[in-house]
Nanobody
Framework: EVQLVESGGGLVQAGGSLRLSCAAS????????IGWFRQAPGKERKGVSC????????YYADSVKGRFTISSDNAKNTVYLQMNSLKPEDTAVYYC???????????????????WGQGTQVTVSS
């Protein structure tokens, strides 16, 4: 059974930092991509960042480029999202998700991902 467990969310002031973790287990895909998505109240869930297993390529939404960094520790089966210079508009529930193929043309469509974590709340106060 594929499981993704997010952690690291919390309340932080604007300008602060958080590091989210996504611990993955139960999948044996040869190639895959793990993405971070977020959903603010009343809004659709959107892609934040992604890392592709085949070549380690990383992808970011324009709104977080230069502030967020995605990385992976394969020995721990964990993907991280380091979030710096946080803004109130970053407030959302953050989800990690995995799909059974690496990034080719796109990385940020919800429907492309097969398994999702339960989410972790990030709240940025002004």
């Amino acid at each position: 059974e594929v499981q993704l467990v997010e952690s690291g969310g919390g309340l932080v002031q604007a300008g602060g930092s958080l590091r989210l973790s996504c611990a993955a287990s139960g999948f044996t895909f040869d190639d895959y991509a793990i993405g971070w998505f977020r959903q603010a109240p009343g809004k659709e869930r959107k892609g934040v960042s992604c890392i592709s297993s085949n070549d380690g390529s990383t992808y970011y939404a324009d709104s977080v480029k230069g502030r967020f960094t995605i990385s992976s520790d394969n020995a721990k089966n964990t993907v991280y999202l380091q979030m710096n210079s946080l803004k109130p508009e970053d407030t959302a529930v953050y989800y990690c998700a995995v799909r059974a193929y690496p990034v080719n043309l796109s990385w940020n469509y919800n429907d492309d991902y097969d398994y999702w974590g339960q989410g972790t709340q990030v709240t940025v106060s002004s």
